[in-house]
T-cell receptor, first 114, second 112 residues
Framework: GQQLNQSPQSMFIQEGEDVSMNCTSSSIFNTWLWYKQDPGEGPVLLIALYKAGELTSNGRLTAQFGITRKDSFLNISASIPSDVGIYFC??????????????FGKGTLLTVNP | SQTIHQWPATLVQPVGSPLSLECTVEGTSNPNLYWYRQAAGRGLQLLFYSIGIDQISSEVPQNLSASRPQDRQFILSSKKLLLSDSGFYLC???????????FGPGTRLTVL
């Protein structure tokens, strides 16, 4: 099946630092979503992107839908300990019977040292 | 706003026993519904999805089945559990008019 390459796989940062993670694919997507999952819980939607080039912020989070429609990034500014968790990108492919499904990246595990 | 409920939260079952996990949705009608499994190590594997009552699509061959007897109810079942069925099971649903999936709190299944 289609794959999203999410990187980095894990990050260890100090509180206050900025964080950047991204997802890339060889296929075109018409939707990009970013989720955060706390340990033992379900993923929570952080940001949804629907247009190529779109740049959206949610508090300290900023995400962009790549202009080629094959990539997206998520930035977290001034990290705090509660930012710890797994961040997933997800996208909906254009056509190919994928109207009802999302393709997920494998996640970025973020650890923030106080 | 949409809310996804799952139960039980945790479950420990012996190999060969049956399974029934339930997911219900509040706050939207006619959602697309999904069952995912997340093994230790993070990735989300889509197991089943449903676009309507009694309409189930299976993504991977496996020991599990899904049913949707009502618009806002999605059930994951097995007649005989295997050790490899252990994992974190997540139900998700779409809201009205969007591709965004909202997840439930998950069920941690341990098969011994």
């Amino acid at each position: 099946g289609q794959q999203l390459n999410q990187s980095p796989q894990s990050m260890f940062i100090q509180e206050g630092e900025d964080v950047s993670m991204n997802c890339t694919s060889s296929s075109i997507f018409n939707t990009w979503l970013w989720y955060k999952q706390d340990p033992g819980e379900g993923p929570v939607l952080l940001i949804a992107l629907y247009k190529a080039g779109e740049l959206t912020s949610n508090g300290r989070l900023t995400a962009q839908f790549g202009i080629t429609r094959k990539d997206s990034f998520l930035n977290i500014s001034a990290s705090i300990p509660s930012d710890v968790g797994i961040y997933f990108c997800a996208g909906q492919l254009v056509g190919g019977g994928s109207n009802y499904k999302l393709t997920f990246g494998k996640g970025t595990l973020l650890t923030v040292n106080p | 706003s949409q809310t996804i409920h799952q139960w039980p939260a945790t479950l420990v079952q012996p190999v060969g026993s049956p399974l029934s996990l339930e997911c219900t949705v509040e706050g939207t009608s006619n959602p697309n519904l999904y069952w995912y499994r997340q093994a230790a190590g993070r990735g989300l594997q889509l197991l089943f999805y449903s676009i309507g009552i009694d309409q189930i699509s299976s993504e991977v061959p496996q020991n599990l089945s899904a049913s949707r007897p009502q618009d806002r109810q999605f059930i994951l079942s097995s007649k005989k559990l295997l050790l490899s069925d252990s994992g974190f099971y997540l139900c998700a649903g779409t809201g009205t008019g969007g591709n965004e999936q909202f997840f439930g709190p998950g069920t941690r299944l341990t098969v011994l």
